[in-house]
Structures are given as C-alpha cells and as structure tokens.
C-alpha cells in the first residue's frame, strides 16, 4: 500500500507494519493508523524512529526505546489499560517514548508519563498514563544523548 509520508515522502508499506490505536494517541484521538520508519542507510538501527500517521502525513513524532534514556524503566499500569492489546509478552512488547525536540536541542525531552504500549503479534497499541509518581511529561534528555555519543566514540 503507497502512503505519504512527512519526512520519507511515498512509501511502499507492507499491511503488516500497521499499528492500530483504538483510541488514537493524546491530542490526536482521531488518527487511529500508524507505523514506525527510521532511516536505515547507514546498516544500524538508529536510536530515534518515526512514529508516522497513516490518516495524516503531517503527523510524525519522533520516538524512542526508553531504556536507551533509563535504564530501569519500569512503568507501572493498570491492566484493564492493556486488555485491548491481546497477551503482551516480552517477546512482542514494545514500549516508545514521545520525542520533543525544540529548535534548541539543549531543551529537548521524553515523556515518561505516556508511553506507546504495542503488542507487536496483534499490531494494537495504546498510549498509557502510568501510575509512577517520579516519571515526568517533558523528561529531559540532552545530557544523556552527549554521554551516548562520548561512549560510542570510546569503543
């Protein structure tokens, strides 16, 4: 299936690369289609995707793994949240972060808060309002992509 998208332009994508919400995610409840595209040229799996709408291509967010920000994520849910989802296992969970990234990179953030939940076997997902008191909606990050890029150079 062609689609448009905002930063790769038209795609050819596979019907098994789409993620239905239900519910869509926060702000944008009516868009309930999406998929994940990163740049792959380089060979390796970039630190930052795209989580691109499938019903407006103006809409893509950057996301993220949020054990490459914390390393013991842990969000704690309810798990009538998660129903819709199918049986999630550790195989065919997978957990992003929302991304700002201001003009100023310095002053980019995560949202720990609201995490995108995705059971991979059933292609649902669900954005989720965790219950951990200490995570927060603009979770800055810049310090931690200079300490990754210090490491990637040391090896």
């Known amino acids: 299936m ?8 038209e795609i050819d994508l596979a019907e098994d690369k789409i993620i239905t919400f ?9 868009y ?11 060979g390796e799996t970039p630190v930052i995707s795209w989580f691109q709408s ?16 914390k390393e013991d994520y842990n969000p704690t849910v309810e ?9 999630l296992t550790d195989e065919n969970l997978i957990i992003l972060l929302t991304m700002t990234i ?3 990179i310095k002053q980019m953030t995560v949202n720990l808060k609201a995490p995108l939940i ?5 292609k649902k997902g669900a954005q989720i309002i965790v219950e951990n008191k200490d995570y927060e909606v603009k979770h ?12 990637k150079g040391a090896e």
């Open 2 to 9: 062609l689609v448009k998208t905002r930063y790769f332009g």
């Open 22 to 30: 239900e519910n869509g995610i926060m702000g944008f409840e009516d």
């Open 32 to 42: 309930k289609r999406y998929t994940i595209l990163f740049d792959n040229e380089g």
């Open 54 to 69: 499938l019903d407006d291509e103006r809409l893509a967010i950057p996301v993220i793994n949020p054990l490459i920000i």
């Open 79 to 87: 798990d009538a949240s998660l129903v819709s989802l199918g049986e």
């Open 102 to 104: 201001p003009s100023d």
């Open 118 to 122: 995705i059971n991979s076997t059933t």
């Open 140 to 151: 800055k990050v810049y310090d931690k992509f200079l300490k990754l890029k210090e490491q």
